[in-house]
């Protein structure tokens, strides 16, 4: 008994005279550990791209830390954009000027309208989604208000514009078809949410006579555009997992319909084609994320929760090339821009990829703070939204 009373006082001794050797042995790994968690450093390269800014334009104070993920749209060479308090802004697509600008009047004893979903342009109308589940249409022409209706439900994503309706997805789960020259509510089709779900919603969008929905539970639905009657349901990432954390697999990036196929990927990393009259799966690969696709000739480029950005082949799925330089910096959805994909990250980096094999080529920083929506491009701009509000244009130089 003595001696291990002795063996017990010598041991602690050792114990405590040691202890920062022995922190020694954890704080190499500690620090290992900490590191592979953090975002990637960018890497220096020698750009083979030259791009350039052509005009940048601030539409007021952005959402912040809401998540959801504004992006501008463009119609008939204008480009159209909102701000969660900032309102909605008409501007030239080449030059940035600004052609009008809409506030909404706030009402006596309400709290100031937040506009955060959309707008969506079509059929002479900009429509614009708030999160307390208003609907405003304006003209498109001069931005004078046409009318409001309301869904049940935050609207946090564009809004579609379609053969005399104007179609809402709203946070609760439902889409919503409202008449255009009134806003008054023609039908609505409900989808029940999962238990938990990523903060996002993906825009509706329209095809011939149908509407294509992504939904939170994984599943892509087509919608008659008619009556919103369900003609076809595909699963796109499966809910699987012990934990409702596991089993996220939301539809939340935009859906590309090209031709008669659809191009789109969940935040369970499935990325699948489908036949568009059908529902059909063309191909299906675990590359992807909640970020949304782009689709070019040849390739269907998609990134993942990791940072990865991943080039596909159009055709079979297969992956083609795969950029890891971005690991863990929040990118955005990509979207393509002549013969290279640009992709955004958390410290307002833009990051242009050679479409054919994914490498670097350029890189410039939209501002200081985070871009989390998919950059758009239209006739050749790309149009780059940042949480505070701030919008830029990018053309490559020839």
């Known amino acids: ?19 920062s050797t022995v922190k020694g042995w954890f704080a190499g790994k500690d620090a290992e550990a ?13 750009p083979t791209l030259k791009v350039g800014r052509i005009w940048s334009a601030n539409v007021g104070k952005g ?20 701000a969660v308090e900032g309102g909605v802004h008409a501007l030239d697509l080449q030059t940035g000027k600004q052609i009008w600008e809409y506030k909404p009047a706030k009402e006596k004893k309400k709290a100031k309208l937040r506009l955060s979903g959309g707008p969506g342009v079509g059929d002479g ?41 104007v179609f809402v997805r709203s946070n609760d789960g439902r889409t919503t078809a409202l008449d255009a020259a009134s806003g008054e509510r023609r039908w609505f089709n409900a989808q029940e949410l999962p238990s938990l779900t990523v903060r996002g919603n993906a825009p509706v969008v329209a095809g011939p006579g149908v509407l294509f929905v992504g939904n939170d539970d994984g599943t892509l639905s087509a919608l008659a555009m008619q009556d919103g009657r369900p003609l076809w349901e595909q699963t796109i990432g499966t809910p699987e997992g012990r934990t409702e954390l596991e089993r996220m697999a ?10 008669n196929n659809l191009y789109v990927t969940s935040f369970k990393n499935e990325t699948m084609a489908i036949e568009g009259p059908s529902g059909r799966p063309l191909w299906s690969r675990d590359h992807g994320g909640g970020g949304g696709v782009a689709v070019s000739s040849g390739n269907v480029v998609v990134t993942d929760g990791k940072g990865t950005v991943f080039g596909l082949d159009k055709t079979s799925g297969s992956a083609m090339w795969s950029q890891q330089a971005l690991a863990r910096r929040s990118v955005t959805g990509p979207a393509i821009q002549g013969d290279y994909v640009v992709v955004g990250d958390y410290k307002g980096y833009l990051h242009w990829l050679h479409l054919g094999d994914g490498a670097l080529a350029a890189r ?29 244009a990018w053309r490559l130089a020839n």
Request: glycine share 12%.
């Open 125 to 165: 109308l900009v429509v614009i989604g708030t999160l307390d589940g208003q609907v405003i249409a304006l003209d498109a022409a001069d931005g004078s208000e046409k009318w409001r209706a309301r869904v049940p439900g935050e609207v946090i994503t564009a809004p579609a514009v379609a053969q005399g309706m």
């Open 364 to 392: 410039e920083r939209s501002g200081r703070d985070r871009v989390i929506a998919q950059p758009i491009v239209a006739d050749g701009v790309l149009l780059v939204q940042n949480v505070d509000g701030k919008l830029t």
């Open 1 to 19: 008994m003595k001696l291990k009373h002795v063996a017990g006082i010598a041991l602690v001794a050792v114990a405590l005279s040691g202890c």
């Open 250 to 259: 939301d539809v939340d990036g935009a859906p590309v319909l090209e031709g």
């Open 63 to 82: 959402e912040g830390r809401i998540g959801v993920r504004q992006v501008p749209a463009v119609a008939d060479g204008r480009v159209y954009a909102a």
């Open 34 to 46: 900490k590191k592979a968690l953090e975002p990637a450093e960018l890497v220096k390269f020698e």
